[in-house]
DNA sequence: ACGGTTTTCCGTACACCGCACGGAAAGGTC
DNA sequence: GACCTTTCCGTGCGGTGTACGGAAAACCGT
């Protein structure tokens, strides 16, 4: 029988895999955040059993491994360029890629990044700041902080935007944040951060301060 | 009857306290981690019943929010002195509390930090470099890059020792992780940091990084 | 075409979780 | 002794991750 007649049924090849069931974890983490990401909540959404996932994956914990490398991989190579804007460009891409899914400095925090597209972005960083002149302990600690800088901030950033962008009451608590910090820091200064929200321009000048700093250490040049 | 005589029995004042919860709180994340503290463990931990918890804390999100504020609270103030060494020494306490308490960078990645001791100790950060001479937005995103770095710092730090000192296999997981990166990461020197885990040097140099640009940044002075 | 092996799927069950509810016990006040 | 408030907590509900073992399907040598 031709196959246009053929009952196609069930496909016959294996319906779930790997990749599918990471797709689906990042899509579910990305509407329903970390609590929402159950096992059987997983299987629902592939319209598989519970137990079908552990064919593929070992854990949860795997699940969240390979969710987070997949998405790291969104970050783009920059192009060739002088180090400065080369890191500038990767780092925001580092952390745009954190917005769009919060979920993840809170993982990173959790576990060593040892995916295959984890080490490509690090290397990437490395390289670049070995091409600026930078080597050994030196260059170690530069990547460390430019890196940990980056996490820090967004997870940070993410945490507060989701304290004030709570579903409910979201004039309420965003007035009795701002009271509270108002009641107990001094410099109301540097509350405008938070008030005005501006993380962009705050982000890229302490990325400009750390890339200053940097900058001080390369072998001198002219 | 004398008070000598009296059988004292339970203690007539309440049993369970605030306080008493969040102290049991830190120690058994201390011992257990994150995964480890259950209402239910805790509860054991007092000889109490699980519900009782419920008297003096909302939710099991309250415990957790308490015990990072109240470990916080373990940073000393750092005497008076010049703003590099203040904060240098503020910044290794910082990283002490948090080695001590490897749950904590977790937890911070996850909530706004403003509990009293958080503020309190952001603050210090804060005056620190105003008096440097810092202010507005700048001093804003100085503080930001130390914190931020210091955080991420210590959660991949953490993150590293737990995946390598793993309780068991230890030597044979720790090789797997080495021969990991050596296939994946070209620059082998930058190894050594994993290889000796010289963490605190690594720390320190970056952190001087940090600072060194934003010495860079002060008004003029000699 | 068929028996046997391997791969894929998943229902059931267990031990654990946070916490809503409502009642028991104890202390304080007239 | 009656009443009220605070403290304690047993029970139960709806969820979790995953071990186990069996059913179903796909593949393969004959």
Known sequence: MSIWLREEGPARKPRLSRERIVEAAVA???AEGQAGLSMR????RLRAGTMSLYEYVRSKEDVLDL???EV???????????????LVGQLTQNRQVMRRHPWVPALTATRPLLGPNALDRSRRVHTALAGA???G??????????????NGYVAAENAWWAAIRTPEADAEIRERVYRH??????ELATLSQVEYGDFDGAFLLGL??????IQARLPAKG
Chains 1, 2 share one sequence.
């Not at 030196?138 to 980056?150: D, K, N, W």
């Not at 400009?208 to 700093?213: A, K, N, R, Y």
């Open 67 to 69: 969710a987070l490398d």
């Open 72 to 86: 790291i991989g969104e970050i783009e190579p920059a192009g060739p360029g002088p180090w400065r804007e080369v």
């Open 41 to 44: 909540a997983l299987a629902a």
């Open 208 to 213: 400009d301060l750390i890339l200053d700093g």
């Open 133 to 135: 002149g930078l080597s």
């Open 137 to 150: 302990f030196e260059l170690s600690a530069a990547v460390g902080a430019v890196t940990y800088y980056v």
């Open 181 to 186: 910090l108002r009641e107990h820091v001094a």
């Open 28 to 30: 579910l983490l990305d």
